[in-house]
Every structure is written in structure tokens, then in C-alpha cells.
């Protein structure tokens, strides 16, 4: 969603020296002219009345520059250098972070949409400060920002006011896939919420504000009638949110007896039986190179993601009633595409391999891909006729 472009900065500046006004420079890797900001509002207490100069001592000359509209022509959004955020040692075992000061540029691009430079890691330079903005100001401008981000939100998730899509029985691959879309987009601007508010102590109202579930940062009892239905959608979205966040720890689970044993009764469609033979031979195979966001990453975690999905769409209790066609189709389609992007990264694996042993392992995962593959579309082919 946000365009995150702190590692192709070189250096920029960010100047509010005219009240309600902020403009800006920033030079990116690749590119020779600056990326001009242009912005109506001002900065928090610590930026205001002043001219922000900073410099990426490690820029990534190795990404492509963003492509962002030039001039960037907007909205401010929270914009600080003094934003405390937890920081996590990779290298550590602690959970708990330190905590450490972030520069925080953020604005909405009438474009581009939201774009975020945030690190602690920029060397910077303040000037002297022409004029200060008060304290009741700022609230006034970082609740002006929250409307901002509200009225973004409400663009990228394009409901509709009155639709069926949610209610109708026995839907079509066609509305399935009408749903799983919404879903994403609803997951995604969770989490971007979660992100940027995880740390406020206002964290549940300002998301629930910004993702449209109440009317007011405080909701009183005027939205008692429609409370239920707000708090359903909410722990819907944060179970899965957590969902999302506890597969950073998918290395660790016991794939050989998570499914089939478990429970008496319990029914493991044979389709979804090699996806998961497919994924723990992928594990297997790349050991501690699986962790990160490279091809060993990717690879893994495709294969990892179409066990599961094809768990909740096949598996299930003897006695229990089928999934409806429809969702079996669209999941299915779904497990298409991350096929596609395992493949294309076990191409990758195979191109640098330099290890005999390893390289008939990626030969063999590939072509479970494709087995898999072959049975998902014949799985398709049948549900259609039927």
C-alpha cells in the first residue's frame, strides 16, 4: 500500500519554514533531479518552523528508484524526528526490542497515495526554528492527518454501500474470488494500520476510525446499534492478522503430525497430503537458507501458504458438510498463481546452484510443482462439469 522508499534516499530535505505549508527535496539512488514535495500542512512540534536536512549514509544503489509522480503534490501526514519505535536485533534473543528514535516522513501524494520514509538509521540536521507550532496545534494537525489517512483507507478499499457479496449462498468461484479480493485488501490495510499505530496508546480506536468501523475516534453509544457488527469485521481481521504474523515462525512447525493423526475421524484429501510432502521437502532442503525475503524465502513460504489453503478448502471432519464449489474453485485458482511464483523462484535456485546434492532436491521439488499443479487443474476442470 504505502510506497516505502527510505533505502533509494540519498539525501533530502524537508522545509516548514511558511506555516501550513511543507515542501521538500529528496534525491534519489539513479536519478540526478530531486523529488520536489509540495504539501498543505505542517510538520510535528519538533520539525515545524524549521528546514530538516538528512543523508542516508547506506543508500541501496542496487534497487530500482522508486517511480513516483513528479512533483509530489498533496497532503502532509505525520511528519517527526522524534518518533519512538521498538527496534528487534535480528541477532538477539529478545523479544522486547529497544526502543529508538525514527524519522518519520510521511505524506499522501495526490498520485501516488501514501509514501513513507521511516528509519533511525539518517544522519540529520535541523535549522534554527523561525516559528513554533503549539501543542494544541499539533493535535489539531496529527487529527487533521488521521482524517487524511481515513479518506486514503476509504479509496484503497473500494466497499461498496450496498452489496450482496458477503450474504449469498452458495456463491460462485466468480464471487469467491469477489471476496478473497476484498479480504486482501481489507488484511492489508490492517496491517498498514497496525504498523503505523502498534505503539499509540490510542492504537485500537485510531485504527478503528481510520478502517471505517466507527464514526468518531471515541465512539460513545451512538454507535451501540451497529457495535456488533463493527467488532465482528474487527476480531475477524486480527485473527487473521495474527495468522499472518505467526507464520514468521512456520519453520518450527511439526509438519509430519500436524494434520492426519490429530484427530479421530479427520479426513486429509490426498492433493493437499503432497502439497505439505512438497513444502517439508523445501524446508528440508534449503535449512537456515529458507529464512529471508530471497528465493529460498519465497520458495518456502509459496509452499508453505498452498498446504495451508488447500487444508481449510479440502481437509476437513468426517461428517462435516463440503466446502461450497465455488470456494473450492476460487482457492484453487489462488493456489495457481503462488504455484507460478514457487516455480519461478525454484528457476532461480536452480540457476546459481553449484551443489549436486541440492540441485536433485530442487529438481524433485519442481516437479512436485508440477504434479500438484496438474492435479489442481484437473480438481478445477471436474468441479466445473459438476
Not at 348 to 369: F, G, N
Request: include cysteine; hydrophobic fraction near 40%; proline fraction near 3%.
Amino acid at each position: 500500500m504505502a510506497w516505502r522508499i527510505e533505502k533509494a534516499v540519498v539525501r533530502g530535505e524537508i522545509d516548514n519554514t511558511a506555516p501550513g505549508r511543507t515542501l521538500g527535496r529528496i534525491w534519489l539512488i539513479h536519478h540526478v533531479d530531486p523529488l520536489e514535495l509540495d504539501l498543505h500542512g505542517n510538520c510535528w512540534r519538533d520539525l515545524a518552523g524549521t528546514i530538516l536536512r538528512f543523508r542516508n549514509p547506506h543508500p541501496d544503489f542496487s534497487l530500482s528508484a522508486p517511480d513516483l509522480a513528479r512533483p509530489q503534490s498533496g497532503r502532509v501526514g505525520d511528519m517527526t524526528a522524534s518518533r519512538k519505535l521498538r527496534v528487534y536485533q535480528t541477532d538477539s534473543d529478545s523479544s522486547s526490542g529497544t526502543w529508538q528514535n525514527h524519522l518519520s516522513l510521511e505524506w499522501f501524494d495526490a498520485v501516488n497515495g501514501r509514501v513513507l520514509i521511516e528509519t533511525p538509521l539518517f544522519e540529520l540536521e535541523l535549522s534554527d526554528r523561525l516559528w513554533t507550532l503549539t501543542q494544541d496545534e499539533e493535535a489539531q494537525q496529527i487529527q487533521i492527518n488521521l482524517e487524511t489517512m481515513r479518506q486514503f483507507m476509504q479509496v484503497f478499499l473500494q466497499r461498496e454501500e450496498s452489496t450482496d457479496l458477503w450474504t449469498k449462498e452458495n456463491a460462485d468461484e466468480f464471487a469467491w474470488e469477489k471476496r478473497f479480493r476484498e479480504s486482501d485488501r481489507l488484511s492489508d490495510a490492517f496491517q498498514e494500520l497496525m504498523e503505523k499505530y502498534i505503539d499509540d496508546a490510542e492504537c485500537q480506536q485510531k485504527i478503528a476510525y481510520a478502517m471505517g468501523w466507527s464514526d468518531a475516534l471515541h465512539p460513545e453509544s451512538d454507535l451501540a446499534d451497529t457495535a456488533t457488527d463493527i467488532e465482528w469485521e474487527r476480531e475477524l481481521l486480527i485473527d487473521e492478522f495474527a495468522e499472518e504474523e505467526n507464520q514468521d515462525d512456520w519453520r518450527k512447525v511439526d509438519w509430519e503430525n500436524s494434520l492426519g493423526e490429530s484427530e479421530e475421524g479427520f479426513y486429509v484429501h490426498p492433493l493437499q497430503q503432497k502439497a505439505q510432502d512438497c513444502a517439508s521437502l523445501a524446508m528440508e532442503c534449503l535449512g537456515d537458507k529458507m529464512d529471508g525475503p530471497g528465493a529460498e524465502g519465497r520458495l518456502c513460504s509459496q509452499l508453505m501458504l498452498i498446504a495451508a489453503k488447500l487444508a481449510g478448502a479440502l481437509n476437513g471432519m468426517a461428517g462435516d458438510e463440503e466446502q461450497e464449489p465455488g470456494f473450492v474453485l476460487a482457492m484453487l485458482k489462488r493456489c495457481l498463481y503462488w504455484q507460478n511464483d514457487a516455480i519461478s523462484a525454484c528457476a532461480e535456485l536452480l540457476a546459481r546452484c553449484d551443489d549436486s546434492d541440492e540441485e536433485k532436491m530442487l529438481l524433485r521439488i519442481r516437479q512436485a510443482i508440477f504434479d500438484i499443479r496438474e492435479e489442481i487443474t484437473e480438481m478445477r476442470r471436474e468441479f466445473k462439469q459438476n
